[in-house]
């Protein structure tokens, strides 16, 4: 079993045909995807059908474009604010930090507003800690500036083990009139049902719950493309994508066939309620099992507790039983246990493709 945050586990069935196409794509080409060009008709093929698909699990409708760009998630962090900000002085946007990676979207987005002469305090961050998350409380709501050009949150994250689940309308004072809402879904996107026109933009990179490494999946209402300044570098603007149909320049070709492949063993396998289903499966065995432990700890309230990634300790946190811990675990085939570097501990990420049952 293999618990690595990402790059994660992949379906041993899809693993067999990409090795089984590697030297001639579907058995006939006499070819392989690597060697194929990106403007050939094949290709076109693998881009359209995986498009489709990826628009139907999600029930993504025609408002709405789907960008295949590279950079991974982090690439977001910057292209997000360059494409939605057109950096004059009245301009706010507003971040929830929840874990790391918004925290680095958020720094991520006061460096692009550092040229700037209203500079990086056009960014503003708010902190959302495990109470305020918890507590309704109208004290601790958010006012959203109605200059605010989106609300940026993480529905996942990944290091933390915090999943919000839903868009944090709770989080903002019921005088906000529009919440634009950008999410990074790097780590749950396709792992339940979720409602597109909830959202301005939403991405994610594909090597946890839909394929390998090297692309991120764009999906941004139609009505934002065209708003980034000119000087922005034209592959991080969504517009140019977008016109090129995602080949502006040679995109990731493989990566693009592999994530053609998971969506169609995803929609096989029954689409994203069957994912949600699944992971609520092995998350709530995992769950269940610390909470009646005296020796295993998640201190999480549970109805923010990630589905994908199980977060605990062992006696509050003794590093030296958890190294061991890693290392046991690795003995008997339970790989990519040990925490972020960042927090330690130890850590279960249990995405689309990780079966309940040894393979
Ligand atoms: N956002 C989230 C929620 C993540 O989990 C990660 C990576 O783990 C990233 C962003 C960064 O992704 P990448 O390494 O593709 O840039």
């Known amino acids: 079993f293999n618990f690595f945050a990402g790059p994660a586990t992949m379906p041993t069935s899809l693993l067999q045909q990409v090795s089984d196409e590697m030297l001639s794509y579907q058995h006939s080409l006499g070819y392989s995807v690597v060697e ?181 999946v764009v999906i941004v209402k139609k009505t934002l493309l065209g708003k980034a300044p000119k000087w922005i570098p034209s592959l991080l603007d969504y517009k140019v994508i977008a016109d090129g149909h995602s080949l502006q320049n040679t995109p990731t070709t493989f990566s693009i066939y592999v994530a053609d492949l998971m969506f169609d063993w995803i929609k096989n396998q029954g689409g994203v309620d069957a994912m949600d289903e699944l992971c609520k499966a092995k998350s709530n065995k995992l769950y269940d099992f610390i909470d009646n432990s005296n020796y295993y700890s998640n201190n999480i309230p549970k109805h923010i507790r990630s589905r994908l990634n199980v977060v605990f300790r062992i006696k509050q946190g003794d590093e030296k039983l958890e190294t061991l811990f890693v290392k046991l675990a690795k003995e008997r085939g339970l790989i990519g246990l040990d925490g972020h570097r960042s927090v330690g501990g130890l850590r279960a990420s249990m995405y689309n493709a990780l079966s309940m049952t040894a393979s």
């Open 36 to 216: 194929m060009s990106h403007r050939s008709k094949d290709f076109e093929a693998i881009m359209e059908h995986s498009m489709s698909t990826l628009r139907e699990l999600l029930e993504i409708p025609n408002t709405y474009e789907i960008l295949y760009m590279q950079g991974g998630a982090t690439l977001q962090f910057s292209a997000v604010p360059l494409n939605l900000c057109r950096f004059d002085k009245n301009e706010t946007c507003d971040y929830f930090t929840t874990g790391l990676w918004s925290k680095k979207a958020g720094e991520e987005a006061k460096r692009c507003f550092s040229a700037n002469e209203d500079g990086p305090q056009q960014v503003k961050v708010h902190h959302l800690n495990q109470q305020s998350l918890t507590q309704n409380d109208s004290a601790t709501k958010v006012h959203i500036d109605p200059n605010t050009q989106f609300v940026y949150y993480c529905d996942n994250e990944t290091v933390n083990g915090i999943e919000l689940k839903q868009p944090p309308i709770d989080m903002i004072h019921p005088s906000t009139k529009r919440i634009p809402f950008v999410c990074d879904m790097s780590s749950n996107l396709l792992t339940r049902r979720i409602n597109i026109t909830d959202f301005d933009l939403i991405y994610a990179c594909a090597q946890k719950n839909f394929g390998i490494a090297g692309l991120t």
